[in-house]
């Protein structure tokens, strides 16, 4: 069983309710502007973009598998056919297997 001190509560009154201290001064509603987006969307990207996204994808898993030769292999196909992102991921990955 669970026992409280019901005396401690008794006869203290409840503490007082104050106003929560927010500040919206960061805060911006103009929707205005509307910020580009970090990457182009699917439909916009390359034909090959999807195979090679799915390259690198391979090269990640034969990187967790230890398979370091396999991994740079396909990696250096990424950077010859990928867009800028992927082969910016693709270095990545080649600099970590060292």
């Known amino acids: 069983t ?9 006869g203290k009154p409840a503490p007082e309710a104050r106003p929560a201290e927010i500040d919206f001064a ?3 509603l103009n929707f205005d502007t509307v910020a580009a987006p970090a990457e182009p969307a699917p439909e916009n990207r390359g034909e090959n973009w ?3 996204a799915t390259k690198l994808d391979l090269a990640r898993a034969y990187q967790e ?3 370091a030769t396999g991994a740079r292999e396909i990696l250096e196909e990424v950077l010859r056919e990928g867009d800028t ?3 910016e991921a693709a270095q990545f990955i080649l600099d970590q297997l060292g």
């Open 2 to 10: 669970l026992d409280f001190p019901v005396e401690d509560a008794v």
């Open 26 to 28: 960061d805060i911006n």
């Open 50 to 52: 999807h195979e090679v």
């Open 65 to 67: 598998m230890g398979d």
């Open 85 to 87: 992102g992927q082969r």
